[in-house]
């Protein structure tokens, strides 16, 4: 059955069953009311700091081709829960405005629909209410609410400090460059890759444990490319920042060493740097941090990360040493206009 046949409160009524949340934090959710009403007592627990961010994906322009419905849905919430990660936060509450063609068959939108429910309940968040229009292509546009008692901005990044990354990078760009034919693999490893593009896992629990472990200066989520998001912490802090080449983890184990993937050395940086889709965090730590051990153990336990680079000061600029020298980094990636 198309959306047209089927009418707006009923595929509204078709929703809203799709989503579960906690009475005791959500008195009207969505499809109940005006507005959800949200029991702050239920949550708070001492955090301080309200967060709120918004992003839109729409089928033009986010969605490779081969995304199935689900993958569609969830990457809608993760991209705005990735943003809740990077400032040390988390998520409770998530809402979202969904524009749909008339066309659209009844069975997509179950499935996009459960892959909203199904990443916003693998974070524990709760999907309280949005909204339904026609449009002429797929659109979807949420919000998200967190709290933290420590919000780690971009702007606090000092001369000195290390710069340092959660997990691997450069999954997501391989799987663009598949999807294109520019590169072949098993697919096996095609699904390693593509999975990081279709189904990105935000790091909640890493930014929480990096914003309060009382060593970190800055951070901020990388989905639109490792390189754009050293200058936006070097902007925000009035510094420069000297990446490390050889100590970027690109590609997660599977593909690392995979013998079919004949990628030159600068090609392998090249997709750590400057392509969009790593839904990994970008910090930085204070230097003091190299002399405890026990600490730099628990974060690289903790959070899987790596020690990619140096703070420097703002009239160095943004660099990249590679083995043949330092050269200035190219500050690109994933942007709209």
């Not at 919430?77 to 969904?98: C, E, K, R, T």
């Not at 997501?172 to 294109?180: Q, S």
């Not at 629990?205 to 936006?232: C, K, N, P, Q, Y």
Request: negative net charge; proline residues 3%.
């Amino acid at each position: 059955m198309k959306l047209e046949e089927l009418g707006e409160r009923a595929l509204i009524g078709r929703i809203v069953r799709s989503f579960q949340v906690d009475p005791a934090l959500v008195s009207a959710g969505a499809g109940e009311d005006d507005c959800a009403v949200i029991d702050l007592a239920s949550v708070k627990n001492g955090y301080r700091y309200l967060l709120v961010t918004t992003d839109t994906l729409q089928e033009s322009t986010h969605f490779p081709r081969g995304m199935t419905p689900f993958q569609k849905g969830w990457s809608a919430v993760a991209v705005n829960l990735s943003d809740i990660a990077a400032m040390g936060g988390y998520p409770f509450a998530f809402v979202i405005a969904l524009c749909i063609p008339a066309k659209t068959e009844a069975s997509f939108i179950d499935d996009l629909v459960a892959g909203i429910e199904a990443c916003a309940s693998t974070f524990q968040t709760a999907v309280v209410g949005g909204d339904i229009t026609r449009s002429s292509e797929l659109i979807l546009t949420g919000t998200c609410l967190g709290l933290t008692s420590k919000p780690l901005k971009r702007s606090g990044a000092r001369v000195g400090d290390v710069l340092c990354v959660t997990g691997s990078l450069g999954n997501a760009a391989l799987a663009l460059k598949l999807l294109n034919n520019e590169l072949h693999v098993s697919e096996q490893l095609a699904a390693v890759a593509k999975a990081a593009l279709f189904q990105p896992q935000p790091r909640i629990r890493e930014g929480f444990i990096i914003a309060h472990s009382g060593v970190a200066t800055s951070m901020i989520d990388i989905s639109d490319g490792l390189a754009l998001s050293i200058a936006e912490i070097a902007k925000g802090s009035g510094v420069g920042a000297e990446l490390l080449a050889d100590k970027l983890p690109v590609l997660s184990e599977e593909l690392r060493y995979d013998e079919q993937l004949t990628l030159s050395r600068r090609e392998r940086t090249e997709l750590a740097l400057y392509y969009g889709g790593d839904y990994e965090l970008l910090f930085t730590l204070d230097r003091q941090v190299l002399e405890d051990d026990v600490m730099m153990s628990k974060l690289k336990q903790d959070v899987h990360m790596t020690i990619i680079g140096t703070i420097v000061p703002p009239e160095e600029g943004i660099s990249l040493r590679t083995r043949e020298g330092k050269e200035r980094l190219e500050i690109k990636g994933y942007q709209h206009f």
